[in-house]
């Protein structure tokens, strides 16, 4: 095996590890303010989301968008806060990241693809 070769292997693991760990760090933000609201309510909340938008936990890094839009629908006018609460803890989950929205009002989706965008380059 060549020394190209190689490289890029370890980039590619690299990619990999670093596509797991924003998987992961997302999946356990959204699980970590759900079950801020109390267990049962994150269990009503995870059922709600397979049940109503066909939307397993697991599945809410690649359905982002999917994912926002069921949480207002849920939520209402009180979607904000959740959101909000989900943007606190993967800030405080990665050190360093800053976010720099291009428009006046940040959403969680941009937040979530900003650093997932980050994550991956």
């Known amino acids: 095996m060549s020394l190209k070769e190689s490289l ?8 990999e590890s670093c596509k797991d760990s ?23 909340i995870y059922f709600r989301l397979m049940d109503s938008y066909d939307i397993d936990k697991q599945e809410i890094p690649y359905r982002i968008g ?17 959101e909000i609460r989900i943007m606190q803890a ?4 990665v050190q360093g990241f800053r976010c720099f929205p ?3 009002e940040l959403s969680l989706k941009d937040y ?6 980050s994550l991956l380059r």
């Open 90 to 93: 993967l800030y405080g989950m």
């Open 22 to 44: 924003f998987e992961e760090l997302l999946i356990a933000a959204v699980d970590e303010v759900f079950l801020s609201l109390g267990d049962s309510c994150r269990q009503a």
């Open 66 to 82: 999917d994912f926002v839009n069921a949480v207002e629908q849920i939520f209402g006018p009180g979607a904000k806060v959740i």
């Open 8 to 15: 890029s292997g370890i980039r590619l693991k690299k990619l």
């Open 112 to 117: 979530i693809e900003s650093l997932r965008y």
């Open 102 to 104: 291009e428009r006046d």
